[in-house]
């Protein structure tokens, strides 16, 4: 299936915009479940690219304004295409961490109780496919999508 997918975050700010410092996460890769055909991010000022340390793309950019511009919102927005493969699931690379990896909280990112709360609901124990896509669906029911 090929997806045709438009992202756009608004930001506003109750005071005007001195300086700010994005990381964008928002582009993604190609992998045994899908191919990316394009991909494209636009932001108030250039994006410079880097990769983790799992080889994700991520794009980070500086902003520095003067009160007389009295700029109080910005846009991110990506867009592309993308072509699934219909893989429902798929080994991961073996070089890669195990998923538990990405679970453990850090005092950097502890994980907030009522998003913990949430997860439980739909997960305990091991996460197979079911599981998941019960996940996917509560997310889809909880957060507000926008069509155009």
Not at 67 to 83: C, F, K, M, R, Y
Request: glycine share 8%.
């Amino acid at each position: 299936m090929k997806l045709h997918i438009r992202h756009t975050t608004k930001y506003r700010y109750t005071e005007p915009l001195r300086y700010a410092l994005q990381t964008l996460c928002l582009t993604p890769k190609s992998g045994p479940a899908q191919d990316v055909l394009f991909w494209t991010l636009g932001a108030p000022r250039a994006l410079h690219e880097q990769h983790d340390g799992f080889g994700n793309a991520i794009h980070s950019y500086t902003f520095v304004g003067e009160v007389a511009e009295h700029v109080t919102g910005s846009l991110v927005n990506a867009a592309g295409q993308v072509e699934t493969r219909g893989v429902a699931e798929f080994i991961d690379d073996a070089n890669m961490p195990h998923p538990a990896f990405f679970l453990r909280p850090t005092s950097l990112a502890a994980p907030h109780a009522q998003l913990t709360d949430f997860g439980r609901r739909f997960v305990s124990g091991a996460a197979d496919l079911s599981i998941l896509l019960a996940l996917s669906q509560g997310v889809a029911g909880a957060v507000s999508y926008k069509k155009k």
